[in-house]
Structure formats: structure tokens, C-alpha cells
T-cell receptor, first 118, second 109 residues
Framework: GAVVSQHPSWVICKSGTSVKIECRSL??????MFWYRQFPKQSLMLMAT?????????EQGVEKDKFLINHASLTLSTLTVTSAHPEDSSFYIC??????????????FGPGTRLTVT | GQNIDQPTEMTATEGAIVQINCTYQ??????LFWYQQHAGEAPTFLSY??LDGLEEKGRFSSFLSRSKGYSYLLLKELQMKDSASYLC??????????WGAGTKLIIKP
């Protein structure tokens, strides 16, 4: 149980284009999902917290107009990188909390999406 | 500020025991997590400690001392597949996870 999927697993796009990454909780409902990015040999950096039906909360320094987050249902959150640039190339990981197990605060991670902007 | 410290890299021998330490300074404390992350993959949950003491789960154990702001992850009977990064993360007073930079563990035959 507690499986989170991400799609696509990797994507290459040209500079200036937009890329959408999907994060789904497959066997549980997630009122809260998190989006992280990770550069090589560095730790996870939280970008934003996504709550179903409301606006995402972005961390300081993360441009909300560049990284659009939509959490339209209890099982799906999307991250859209708009007007991507080479410096946006990174490993993007989502995680989700099980609504039924909110008290444990455990986060279940997706497999990650590797974005390369050329 | 909030800070999580763990060694950057450790090396151990297959079959041996290794202890990965983590010290933290955070605004509030609502538990400490250990995650394992293989290269190019997402983190997988290993343990969660919110009370002082040792939690044992198979070959892996995790210890917490809240008064010292200290935790360790103990891995026994090391296997080659244990080669990975081990991430320490603390949940602060806002229930936000603060992540350490991770410890890369290299297992040698």
C-alpha cells in the first residue's frame, strides 16, 4: 500500500517550453502533497506544499508563477514548469501524506522525474 | 536557523555494522525520520522516532535523544544493496520536514 506514482519519469525539453509533471497517490487519498527538487549530491529541497482544493504554499525563493501547482483531486497533483531554462534541470520528486494516517506525518515518495532542459 | 548535520560519506565492509549520526537544531520537534535513497531514485522510508530510545526494525535500528538533539541509524549485517544515501529529516513545530544533506554509504566486499 501507499504507492505514489509520477509521470513522466524523465523528460527532455527545449528552453522556453513548459513541462507538466503528474503525481498520483494510487491506493490512498492525499489531502497534502509536497513537491521537492534535488540537485546532484544534494539533499531534497522543498518547493511547495499542495493542499487539495486550495492554493499551494510556496517556499521562500520559489517562483509561484514559474512553478505552477494544481491539486485538483485527492489523488492528483501537478507541477508545471513554465518557460523552462537549463537551470531548471533537476530531479523533481513528489510525496504525499495518507489522509487516513495524517497523524503519522509520514510522507510517501514518488519515483521522481528527471527534467533536462536543453 | 534550522540545521541538520550528518556526515557526507562513510565506508563500511560487507557483513559489518555501521552507525550514521545525525544532529539537529530546529524550531520545535515533532519527530525524526530516516530515509534511504539509491542513486537516481526517490527516498524510501526507514524509520520514525518521536520518543527517546531505540527502535529496532530487522537489520536497521534508529535511536533518538531529544535532549541532545541527536539521532543515529544503525545498520547491521551490511549487504552490498545497502550502498545508498541515508537522509535524516526532522519535523519542526510547523510539521515541516527539514532535511539533512544525506550520508552516502559505500559498502566494500
Amino acid at each position: 500500500g501507499a504507492v505514489v506514482s509520477q509521470h513522466p519519469s524523465w523528460v527532455i525539453c527545449k528552453s522556453g517550453t513548459s513541462v507538466k509533471i503528474e503525481c498520483r497517490s494510487l491506493d490512498f487519498q492525499a489531502t497534502t502533497m509536497f513537491w521537492y527538487r534535488q540537485f546532484p549530491k544534494q539533499s531534497l529541497m522543498l518547493m511547495a506544499t499542495s493542499n487539495e482544493g486550495s492554493k499551494a504554499t510556496y517556499e521562500q525563493g520559489v517562483e509561484k508563477d514559474k512553478f505552477l501547482i494544481n491539486h485538483a483531486s485527492l489523488t492528483l497533483s501537478t507541477l508545471t514548469v513554465t518557460s523552462a531554462h537549463p537551470e531548471d534541470s533537476s530531479f523533481y520528486i513528489c510525496s504525499a501524506r495518507d489522509q487516513e494516517r495524517e497523524g503519522t506525518y509520514e510522507q510517501y515518495f514518488g519515483p521522481g522525474t528527471r527534467l533536462t532542459v536543453t | 536557523g534550522q540545521n541538520i548535520d550528518q556526515p557526507t560519506e562513510m565506508t563500511a565492509t560487507e557483513g559489518a555494522i555501521v552507525q550514521i549520526n545525525c544532529t539537529y537544531q530546529t524550531s520545535g520537534f515533532n519527530g525524526l525520520f530516516w530515509y534511504q535513497q539509491h542513486a537516481g531514485e526517490a527516498p524510501t522510508f526507514l524509520s520514525y522516532n518521536v520518543l527517546d530510545g531505540l527502535e529496532e526494525k530487522g537489520r536497521f535500528s534508529s535511536f533518538l535523544s531529544r535532549s541532545k538533539g541527536y539521532s543515529y541509524l544503525l545498520l547491521k549485517e551490511l549487504q552490498m544493496k545497502d550502498s545508498a544515501s541515508y537522509l535524516c529529516a526532522v519535523m519542526d513545530s510547523n510539521y515541516q520536514l527539514i532535511w539533512g544533506a544525506g550520508t552516502k554509504l559505500i559498502i566494500k566486499p
